[in-house]
C-alpha cells in the first residue's frame, strides 16, 4: 500500500481511541485495550473502500488491526 494514504508510519507507537471503536471488536480485546490501549503500527491493511486499516502489534505481543480513525499517535 502506498504510505502517501496515510499519515502514519510503520514503526509509529499509537494508541487505540476507545471512543472511536465500532461494534467489530470482541469483548476479549475491548478488555485487553482497556488496560492498556498501546501499540507499535507494523503494516497496512487494504479495506473495502471504508479507509486505510493498519495491523498494530499490542504490548502483550498480539496483533490486531483497526481503522486509522481508530488510533490516534502515543
Do not use: C
Not at 11 to 34: A, F, M, Q, Y
Not at 45 to 59: A, F, I, P, S, Y
Request: aromatic content about 6%; proline content about 3%.
Amino acid at each position: 500500500m502506498n504510505q502517501g494514504a496515510t499519515s502514519l508510519r510503520i514503526g509509529s507507537k499509537v494508541r487505540v481511541d476507545l471512543s472511536t471503536l465500532r461494534d467489530r471488536i470482541p469483548t476479549n480485546l475491548v478488555k485487553k485495550l482497556e488496560e492498556n490501549p498501546r501499540g507499535t503500527l507494523i503494516d497496512y491493511k487494504m479495506t473495502d473502500g471504508q479507509g486505510v486499516g493498519v495491523v498494530l502489534e499490542l504490548n502483550d505481543g498480539s496483533k490486531s488491526w483497526f481503522f486509522e480513525d481508530e488510533i490516534a499517535r502515543a
